[in-house]
C-alpha cells in the first residue's frame, strides 16, 4: 500500500529558510505534490514533482529524489502568511485519485 | 467561475439522522472526490469518481454512499450518523484521475452528537 511520513510541526521567523521533509512508500510510483491548507481553509495545490529534481516556483521549490523515496518543499523568504499546514500526496495503486500524508503544521513568528 | 462549491458549510445532526452532502464544479472536470479531515489525520478519501457513471471506494468508505449525478456533481450521503462521523468534509475535483493538482471546495464542518 501507499504511506507517507512528514514531520508533524516545523517552526521559524520571517525571512527564514525552512525544509519539509516527506518520505513515502508506494507500490507503484506517479510523482509527487504538495498541498498547502491555511487553517479552517480549503487545500491549494503548490507543487508536482515526477522527475528527481528541484522544481522552483517563486519563494517555493520542491524536491525529488525517487531512489532514495524522498521529497521536500522548500519555503524561501518566510513570510507570517506562510503560517499554514502543508501535505506532500502520492497517486494510489489504481493511480486515480491522491493519497496524503497527515500533513505538516508550520508556523512563522516575527 | 465558482470553481467546486459545497453545502451546506455547517451541519449539527443526531446519532442515527441521514444528510446528504453536495458538491459542484464548474470546470469541466472528469474526476471528484470526497474527503474527511480530522485533527492530526490529514485527508483521507472516502470515495472518488474518476469519471462520470463511475464511482469506487476510497480509504474510508464505511458508513457512506456516494452519487455521481453528471459531471458537475457528486453527493455523499450519510444515512445513519454517528458521532465517528464528526468531520470536515472535502469535496475536490481534477481534469482526470491521473493530475495531481485537485481543486478543493471549502468544506463542511459536520458534527453528530
Known sequence: ?110 | NAGVTQTPKFQVLKTGQSMTLQCAQDMNHNSMYWYRQDPGMGLRLIYYSASEGTTDKGEVPNGYNVSRLNKREFSLRLESAAPSQTSVYFCASSHRGASHEQYFGPGTRLTVT
Not at chain 1, 525552512?18 to 498547502?36: D, K, M
Not at chain 1, 524561501?76 to 506562510?82: A, F, G, R, V
Request: proline letters at 2%; one cysteine or more.
Open chain 1, 1 to 110: 500500500g501507499q504511506s507517507l511520513e512528514q514531520p508533524s510541526e516545523v517552526t521559524a521567523v520571517e525571512g527564514a529558510i525552512v525544509q519539509i521533509n516527506c518520505t513515502y512508500q508506494t507500490s507503484g510510483f506517479y510523482g509527487l505534490s504538495w498541498y498547502q491548507q491555511h487553517d479552517g481553509g480549503a487545500p491549494t495545490f503548490l507543487s508536482y514533482n515526477a522527475l528527481d529534481g528541484l522544481e522552483e516556483t517563486g519563494r517555493f521549490s520542491s524536491f525529488l529524489s525517487r531512489s532514495d523515496s524522498y521529497g521536500y518543499l522548500l519555503l524561501q523568504e518566510l513570510q507570517m502568511k506562510d503560517s499554514a499546514s502543508y501535505f506532500c500526496a502520492v497517486r494510489d495503486q489504481a493511480g486515480t485519485a491522491l493519497i496524503f500524508g497527515k500533513g505538516t503544521t508550520l508556523s512563522v513568528s516575527s
